[in-house]
């Protein structure tokens, strides 16, 4: 279970208020390198994968900040065994603070995807996989990654491709909403 993690990040984007939760979040995700004494105080970009991720949580913070607003983003956090359903919270906390939370709305299991494995061997592809609706673009559409894997025939490889992460068309959209609605 990944639970709820709170944080916070500066008027600078640095992290910080990272509380015991994030050390508990680090040593289960075996992400020793995370940890809150370690993290401390370096920007947040560095932990965001991907240059599109990145382009649309600048601008949900900027709305955020400029709004004083408080908005959630839902998200997935999918593991190779589990389909994660989280949502994060953004609100502004003054002085260009933004208080962060991630909160688990549902998890549900799935059958292993090597695909999110992290210790199994890539294939030279490359698979554009959206950051927050994990789903993958493959064949000129935007598939749940088992259905993807599939159509293609890479589930029956021994080496699934690499994914890189980007924003697809239906999230950026969601993350515009966002950003409009709350005024
Ligand atoms: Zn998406």
Redesign the pocket.
């Known amino acids: 279970m990944l639970g709820s993690l709170s944080y916070a990040i500066d008027g600078s984007d640095l992290l910080a208020d990272l509380g015991v939760g994030w050390d508990e979040f680090a040593l289960r995700n075996d992400a020793p390198e995370l940890a809150a004494e370690r993290v401390v105080g370096l920007p947040i970009w560095g932990f965001i994968h991907g240059e599109e991720t990145r382009e649309v949580y600048r601008r949900l913070f900027e709305w955020v900040r400029a709004s004083d607003a408080r908005i959630a983003v839902p998200f997935r956090c999918d593991s190779p065994d589990l389909f994660r359903f989280m949502r994060l919270e953004l609100s502004a906390g003054g002085d260009g603070r933004i208080a962060i939370q991630s909160v688990l709305e549902l998890e549900k299991p799935r059958r292993h995807l090597s695909l999110l494995d992290r210790a199994v061997g890539r294939s030279e592809e490359e698979l554009p996989a959206?950051s927050?609706?994990k789903?993958v673009l493959a064949q000129g559409r935007?598939s749940e990654p088992e259905v993807a894997l599939a159509a293609t025939g890479w589930a029956a490889c021994a080496h699934p491709p690499l994914t890189r992460e980007v924003?697809?068309e239906?999230?950026q959209l969601m993350a515009k909403g966002l950003s409009r609605s709350e005024a």
Do not use: A, M, T
């Open positions: 959206c927050f609706c789903r935007w924003v697809c239906q999230c």
